[in-house]
């Protein structure tokens, strides 16, 4: 069992940047891939970017690509999102997640999701 808590969201101007924090419960997280989903009203969940258990590899959404970062810290059990140079289209709640299955930009592969942050990003 893994229990996920979300952190750092809030309230930013276009060009600004924000970081997220998602801290895990349990001796386990560093078996465990995560990733950063988005969903905003009206629209699907989106996977923005995930990493794998030993932090080598990544995966990033075409739109956050170059702005956001994704990073880990299996010490601390704690994920991170790096957003910089956010848009208005970013606005959304962001929620993490922990999987063990292939296909990281596959929400049905996560088990385990936290409560979610709201993001907003004005113009």
């Known amino acids: 069992q893994v229990q996920l808590v979300e952190s750092g969201g809030g309230l930013v101007q276009a060009g600004g940047s924000l970081r997220l924090s998602c801290a895990a419960s349990?001796?386990?997280?560093?078996?465990?891939?995560m990733g950063w989903f988005r969903q905003a009203p009206g629209k699907e969940r989106e996977c923005v970017a995930a990493?794998?258990?030993?932090?080598?590899?990544?995966y990033y959404a075409d739109s956050v690509k170059g702005r956001f970062t994704i990073s880990r810290d299996n010490a601390k059990n704690t994920v991170y999102l790096q957003m910089n140079s956010l848009k208005p289209e970013d606005t959304a709640v962001y929620s993490c997640a922990a999987g063990r299955q292939a296909n990281y930009n596959d929400y049905t592969t996560y088990d385990y999701w936290g409560q979610g942050t709201q993001v907003t990003v004005s113009s």
């Open positions: 990493i794998n258990w030993s932090g080598r590899y990544t």
């Open positions: 349990g001796r386990t997280f560093s078996t465990y891939k």
